[in-house]
């Protein structure tokens, strides 16, 4: 089936630090989205993302985060500055259009900020 | 808002055997209801989806049912293999907002021993 790639796998990173994790989204999709996973906990929507430009997100999506897509490239979540309670797998989705589409999510990148 | 409960948090069985996973969704919107199913190490895939209250998806001997009345999409499946270990989340989407924003359950973790 369609595949989303995420890079890295995984990091480490010292607290205060920026990091940045790539997604290539399935190629014919429109829409992208970010979910956060603590470990052992449930998946949590970050922010949706259309055309350039993000179109909704929630209160977990910090003043700290930010995402753009520049050019058609890797659809990118910059956590600037990091912070202990960043640690968690980000997933990367995308979906081909409108509400009730299926997301097709990415395998995460796991981060570790200490 | 938009919530969906799973209860089990956890499920052990034996192969053969046969497996049921409550879900039951809150929305005042227009619902398409998915089973995702994330097995170790990966992101969460598609299972399967329904978008038409009653009507029931089924996908590799797992089955559920949209019903509007309980608001439940409890999933089945008739007998277990020990392949279908995993973390299965039952997901609302909404079709009355502009764009997707899935809102997940809290997961049941299914152990299958042989």
């Known amino acids: 089936g369609p595949k989303v790639l995420q890079i890295p796998s995984h990091q480490i990173i010292d607290m205060g630090q920026m990091v940045t994790l790539n997604c290539d989204p399935v190629s014919n999709h429109l829409y992208f989205y970010w979910y956060k996973q603590i470990l052992g906990q449930q998946m949590e929507f970050l922010v949706n993302?259309?055309?350039?430009?993000?179109?909704?997100k929630s209160k977990l999506f910090k003043d700290q985060f930010s995402v753009e897509r520049p050019d058609g490239s890797y659809f990118t979540l910059k956590i600037q500055p990091t912070a202990l309670e960043d640690s968690a797998v980000y997933f990367c989705a995308s979906s081909l259009g409108v509400p009730g589409n299926t997301l097709y999510f990415g395998e995460g990148s796991r981060l570790i900020v200490v | 808002g938009n919530s969906v409960t799973q209860m089990q948090g956890q499920v052990t069985l034996s192969e053969e055997e046969f497996l049921f996973i409550n879900c039951t969704y809150s929305?005042?919107?227009?619902?398409?209801l998915f089973w995702y199913v994330q097995y170790p190490g990966e992101g969460p895939q598609l299972l399967l989806k329904v978008t038409t209250a009653n009507n029931k998806g089924s996908s590799r001997g797992f089955e559920a049912t949209y019903d509007k009345g309980t608001t439940s999409f409890h999933l089945q499946k008739a007998s277990v293999q020990e392949s279908d270990s995993a973390v299965y989340y039952c997901v609302l989407g909404d079709r009355s907002g502009s764009f997707n924003k899935l809102t997940f359950g809290a997961g049941t973790r299914l152990a299958v021993c042989p």
């Open positions: 993302f259309y055309n350039g430009k993000v179109m909704e």
């Open positions: 929305t005042t919107g227009y619902p398409t």
